[in-house]
C-alpha cells in the first residue's frame, strides 16, 4: 500500500502564491505516476496536473503557466506550485499516485481558498 500525505493548503488573496506538498510512503517502488487533483463544492473532482517517473508533467488548461509540479526523489515528495492564483482555484486538492498493477491512492485533501 502508498500512503500519501499533503500539506501547504490555506488562504491566498487573488494574485498570490502557495505551494502544495505531498509526501509518499509505503511502496513507493510500485509508483510510476502522481498528480494533482481539485474538487469545488458542487463540483466534479478535476485533473490539475500530473507527473510521471522521468519528470514529464502535464497540466490542465486552466492552470498552464500558472502552475508548475515537480518532484524531489530522495524526500519521496511531489509539489504543486500555484502563482497568479483565481478565485476560480479555490478547492480541496488532493494528491494521488497510479501504481503498477491499476490500483490508484488518494491522499486526503488540502484545502486552498482564494479570496480577498
Known amino acids: 500500500q502508498v500512503q500519501l500525505v499533503e500539506s501547504g493548503g490555506g488562504l491566498v488573496q487573488p494574485g498570490g502564491s502557495l505551494r502544495l506538498s505531498c509526501t509518499a510512503s509505503?511502496?513507493?517502488?510500485?509508483?510510476?505516476?502522481m498528480g494533482w487533483y481539485r474538487q469545488a463544492p458542487g463540483n466534479r473532482r478535476e485533473l490539475v496536473a500530473t507527473i510521471t517517473n522521468g519528470g514529464s508533467t502535464n497540466y490542465a488548461d486552466s492552470v498552464k503557466g500558472r502552475f508548475t509540479m515537480s518532484r524531489d526523489n530522495a524526500k519521496n515528495t511531489v509539489y504543486l506550485q500555484m502563482n497568479s492564483m483565481k478565485p476560480e482555484d479555490t478547492a480541496v486538492y488532493y494528491c494521488?499516485?497510479?501504481?503498477?498493477?491499476?490500483?490508484?491512492?488518494w491522499g486526503q485533501g488540502t484545502q486552498v481558498t482564494v479570496s480577498s
Open positions: 494521488n499516485a497510479n501504481r503498477v498493477g491499476g490500483t490508484v491512492c
Open positions: 509505503g511502496s513507493i517502488f510500485s509508483i510510476y505516476a
